[in-house]
């Protein structure tokens, strides 16, 4: 990743408080901020997250064969 954060592209969903950053050369999105959770989640106690989200395919060094992977079945989410 060679281009600094400040001349990524960003893309904020209608919440504006998920944030995708892309590079306007190629395109990718090496780095996303999570939205927030709704007043539903959070009376249900979820904490927000605090951090960003970083594309593993953005680090030199890093073989995604390596990764383990956990598989979720998104329709089984309570």
């Not at 893309?11 to 999570?34: L, N, Q, V």
């Not at 007043?39 to 383990?68: H, Y």
Request: proline letters at 9%; one cysteine or more.
């Amino acid at each position: 990743m060679l281009t600094p954060l400040e001349n990524l592209t960003v893309y904020e969903w209608h919440s504006r408080t998920a944030k995708d950053y892309f590079c306007p050369h190629c395109g990718i999105m090496p780095f996303r901020i999570p939205s927030a959770p709704t007043a539903q989640e959070t009376s249900e106690g979820k904490l927000p997250f605090e951090g960003w989200a970083i594309n593993a395919r953005c680090l030199e060094g890093v073989e995604l064969a390596d990764i383990p992977i956990k598989f979720v079945n998104g329709a089984d989410l309570s």
